[in-house]
């Protein structure tokens, strides 16, 4: 069965401070990864992360994929409140059926 | 585009009363999916539809079923809904394995 696992399950900071979040997973015939931003309703897409594309950046966000650790993370710098979300780390399986696995979730709050 | 949209918004039932949760996709996307997400749980896959006509048993399907009337539609039935069953329900789809999966608004749904 896949599982995945992301810590911390909370966190606090301030804006401005850089933070990163953490994704484990165990998967049989690994995928893709991918990472979604959840404010108040529907998860949005942030990264797909593949063998092929281990590393991905858009502003002050980035990702990248550990294979060799079964990991991923995320980063976030220059944090502002607009980052306070639950952010969601998925992984597939090439034989799942395009069935994604979440994890339980990193919520991150950043005040003023 | 409306994306995936779901009905209804918010739904108080009591225990034992049925009901049918309405999604609908306009993206043309193969797989269509049913999540539940309860409080530090993360997304947790119910059933899923790789293509028109065929679905299957996710991760927690007990107290569900499921219809795929047509490549836009997915529904999700409780026959007889108990209080473990309240909770925040997503309706997702997905053109291939290598897209994200593009979520609904979600259904609040609370069992009494």
């Known amino acids: 069965e896949d599982k995945v696992v992301q810590s911390p399950l909370s966190l606090v900071v301030h804006e401005g401070d850089t933070v990163t979040l953490n994704c484990s997973y165990e998967?049989?015939?690994?995928?893709?990864l991918l990472w979604y931003k959840q404010e108040k309703k529907a998860p949005t897409f942030l990264f797909m992360l593949?063998?092929?594309?281990i590393e991905k950046k858009s502003g002050r966000l980035s990702s990248i994929l550990d294979k060799k650790e079964l990991s991923s993370i995320l980063n976030i710098t220059a944090t502002q409140t607009g980052d306070s979300a639950i952010y969601l780390c998925a992984v597939e399986a090439k034989s799942s059926g395009d069935k994604l696995t979440f994890g339980t979730g990193t919520r991150l709050a950043v005040r003023p | 585009n409306a994306g995936v949209t779901q009905t209804p918004k918010f739904q108080v039932l009591k225990t034992g009363q049925s009901m049918t949760l309405q999604c609908a996709q306009d993206?043309?996307?193969?797989?269509m999916y049913w999540y539940r997400q309860d409080p530090g749980m993360g997304l947790r896959l119910i059933y899923y539809?790789?293509?028109?006509?065929?679905?299957d048993k996710g991760e927690v399907p007990n107290g569900y079923n499921v219809s795929r009337l047509n490549k836009r539609e997915f529904s999700l039935r409780l026959e007889s809904a108990a209080p473990s069953q309240t909770s925040v329900y997503f309706c997702?789809?997905?053109?291939?394995?290598?897209?994200?999966?593009?979520f609904g608004p979600g259904t609040r749904l609370l069992v009494l």
């Open positions: 997702a789809s997905r053109r291939t394995g290598k897209e994200t999966q593009y």
């Open positions: 539809s790789a293509s028109e006509g065929t679905t």
């Open positions: 993206m043309n996307h193969n797989s």
């Open positions: 998967v049989t015939n690994f995928r893709s």
């Open positions: 593949t063998s092929s594309g």
